[in-house]
């Protein structure tokens, strides 16, 4: 590939001059900032640097739902994070899914509001009912949601699961399709005069009084601002603060079912949708924390096992499938859900550890970030 010293006097000019704005990273997170700097500063130009000839992390690899919280996965972190903490990053949720609609338009996106369900195993402690009320009178007192988690009696009849006690439904969640999701933002993206180079990684940058020069696989440019919005791939700048976090899916071939919705179980750690005619499994990092604190998009044959499993004896008992599509995606964690949204100094900024759950926050980020200059 050309070095960007061999580029011809117009290229240069178009690509590599005169940036304002450079954001590492075509995700979710890097496209809403930029769309959120281009709405702030029209005239200002804007490049994202992407290292892969897709967005390549977790933007076109998550399973598309448009969640907030489950109550057994808030139960959890009601007992580890401080509850302030927790809403903080609910609210955060919650306007970013506002902003995505709002910015894409739901059927642009195929967004479908269809609820979700928390489904507690037979062999997990039930959910104390003074809980969920609890919860709903805290969505009503912070966000004026009505009746956010009620419990379902029949949906056991419904979807004709095996192994679950009870479920919380969720009117106010649901799912989107999450290539047009990411397709839309590009094509806004560029509709703004938003550049991309594809297939050019960030090396490192050096920060001066003014601007930031900005390493490549190919040669440096400069910036005014440089923001990162590299996710499960950020450790390095902040190693004590976040991992990567590796997750998994399966997708059946079409096959005949009534499960229609988003579902989680097991504090979250599993979620399942129909996608059509096809289910959408993935999960199942708790069973294997250490060996998925990888950014490897490798498969894992522990938990592909307990994924087959939990489709064979629970969501499709007796029902006969096959696979169709695997994949593995890179998300990034850290002991605290809320997202890092930082300045590292004057030209330099962040906004990564979105958790499970960039596709509700990734646009609140983006804004925030734009809002950092
Ligand atoms: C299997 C799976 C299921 C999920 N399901 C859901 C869900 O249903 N709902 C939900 O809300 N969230 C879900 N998530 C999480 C959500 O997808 C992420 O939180 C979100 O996509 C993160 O977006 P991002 O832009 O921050 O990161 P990413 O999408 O990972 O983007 C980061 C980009 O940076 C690029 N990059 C990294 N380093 C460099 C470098 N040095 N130079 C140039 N480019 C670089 C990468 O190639 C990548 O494209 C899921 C994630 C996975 C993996």
Not at 13 to 28: K, P
Not at 38 to 59: D, M, Q, W
Request: with cysteine.
């Amino acid at each position: 590939m050309l070095r960007f010293d061999q580029l011809s006097y117009w290229e240069r000019e178009q690509y590599l001059v005169g940036n304002t704005f450079v954001i590492v990273g075509a995700g979710l997170v890097g496209m809403s900032t930029a769309l959120s700097l281009h709405e702030r500063f029209p005239n200002e130009k804007i490049t994202v640097l992407e290292r892969a000839y897709l967005p390549t992390g977790a933007s076109t690899k998550n399973a598309g739902f448009t969640c907030f919280g489950s109550p057994s996965e808030l139960q959890d972190d009601l007992q580890h994070i401080p509850a302030e903490k927790v809403w903080q990053t609910i609210e955060l949720r919650l306007s970013g899914l506002e902003l995505l609609r709002k910015r894409i338009g739901a059927p642009a996106m195929h967004y479908r509001n269809c609820g979700s369900w928390d489904l507690i195993g037979t062999q997990e402690p039930p959910i104390d009912s003074g809980f969920i009320a609890e919860l709903n009178a805290q969505f009503k007192m912070r966000f004026d949601l009505d009746e956010v988690y009620q419990e379902d009696p029949h949906f056991q009849q419904k979807f004709g699961f095996n192994g679950y006690q009870a479920a919380y439904f969720n009117r106010h969640e649901g799912s989107i399709d999450t290539g047009k999701m990411i397709a839309q933002l590009y094509q806004q993206c560029v509709a703004a005069g938003i550049q991309f180079l594809f297939a050019t990684e960030v090396i490192q940058w050096m920060a001066s009084a003014n601007d930031v020069i900005v390493e490549t696989t190919h040669g440096e440019l400069t910036a005014q601002h440089l923001f990162l919005c590299t996710n499960g791939f950020a450790q390095a700048h902040f190693p004590d603060e976040l991992r990567p976090a590796r997750a998994q899916v399966l997708v059946t071939k079409p096959l005949a079912h009534r499960i229609k919705g988003t579902f989680h179980s097991d504090r979250g750690y599993y979620y399942f949708r129909d996608v059509g005619q096809r289910i959408l499994l993935g999960g199942g990092r708790h069973l294997d924390f250490q060996t998925e604190t990888s950014t490897a998009f490798e498969k894992n044959e522990r938990i592909r096992a307990a994924l087959l499993h939990k489709l064979k004896e629970e969501i499709l008992p007796g029902q006969a499938f096959e696979i169709d599509y695997e994949w593995s995606g890179i998300m990034c964690v850290g002991a605290e859900k809320k997202p890092i949204i930082r300045s590292l100094n004057k030209n330099v900024h962040a906004g990564v550890r979105m958790g499970g759950m960039g596709v509700a926050i990734g646009s609140a980020v983006g804004a925030a970030l734009s809002k950092l200059v």
